[in-house]
Each structure stands twice: as structure tokens, then as C-alpha cells.
């Protein structure tokens, strides 16, 4: 009975900012081993991922969108908000946010961790966001 519903403006002029919104229900999105997705969809193309939120708040991001891209979360309202800055007709596609099952584990023998995923079993219907002049 997860779900997710993104919100946010469906039309953008090119230099502006994407402000889209996630609301979860039923299920906390500081549960652990959670993780909380951007995905996006140009026309005609295959999905893309933008980055993700976790159970903890740590962010992380698409190495070719980080610069421009921000993750937040407000645990009271229980939702996860995208905001991507300078966007162009480029950024035009269909928005989705998921969530993701995953856990870090250590490496054997040598330090640091490497990330496994389980997958992303709901996500939300879907926003387009088009970025015309």
C-alpha cells in the first residue's frame, strides 16, 4: 500500500528552476534501508536517474547532473523534494520518484563499501515537466 505522487509546475522557461515534490504514504521515508529516487524520461528516450535521498538524509546524485541538482526532505510531511536549476528544453521529460531498497556493505579485506540495490518496487505515476520559451 506504498505510494507516491509527485507534484510540482508542469511548464518551465529555460533558465528557471524545477521544484518537484514527492509525497509517501505508507511508509516512512526515514525507514531504514530505504531510499528515495529521482528518475526522469525524455521523449522518446530511455529512463534516467537524477539522484536519490536516503533513510538517513545523506544525497546523492547523477555525476552529470550534480551540479545543478539538490535533494531535500521534509520528515514531517513525509515527502522528498527535486530541485534542478538552469534548466533547458533538454531537461523536457516525464518525472518519476520511486523507492529503492539497498544496503551498503563492506568490502572484504580492504576498506570502504560498495552500494546493492534490490531494486525500485513503487513509484509514483509520473510528471511531465516541459521547458519551452
Known amino acids: 500500500q506504498v505510494q507516491l505522487q509527485e507534484s510540482g509546475p508542469g511548464l518551465l522557461k529555460p533558465s528557471q528552476t524545477l521544484s518537484l515534490t514527492c509525497v509517501v504514504s505508507?511508509?516512512?521515508?526515514?525507514?531504514?534501508?530505504?531510499?528515495w529516487n529521482w528518475i526522469r524520461q525524455p521523449p522518446g528516450k530511455g529512463l534516467e536517474w537524477v539522484g536519490a535521498?536516503?533513510?538517513?538524509?545523506?544525497?546523492t546524485y547523477s555525476s552529470s547532473l550534480r551540479s545543478r541538482t539538490s535533494i531535500s526532505r521534509d520528515t514531517s510531511r513525509n515527502q522528498f523534494t527535486l530541485q534542478l536549476r538552469s534548466m533547458t528544453p533538454e531537461d523536457t521529460a516525464v518525472y518519476y520518484c520511486?523507492?529503492?531498497?539497498?544496503?551498503?556493505?563492506?568490502?572484504?579485506?580492504?576498506?570502504?563499501?560498495?552500494?546493492?540495490?534490490?531494486?525500485?518496487?513503487?513509484w509514483g505515476q509520473g510528471t511531465q515537466v516541459t521547458v519551452s520559451s
Open positions: 535521498i536516503g533513510y538517513t538524509g545523506i544525497t
Open positions: 505508507g511508509e516512512s521515508i526515514t525507514t531504514n534501508y530505504y531510499y
Open positions: 520511486a523507492r529503492e531498497r539497498g544496503e551498503f556493505r563492506n568490502k572484504r579485506d580492504v576498506s570502504g563499501s560498495v552500494y546493492y540495490s534490490y531494486g525500485m518496487d513503487y
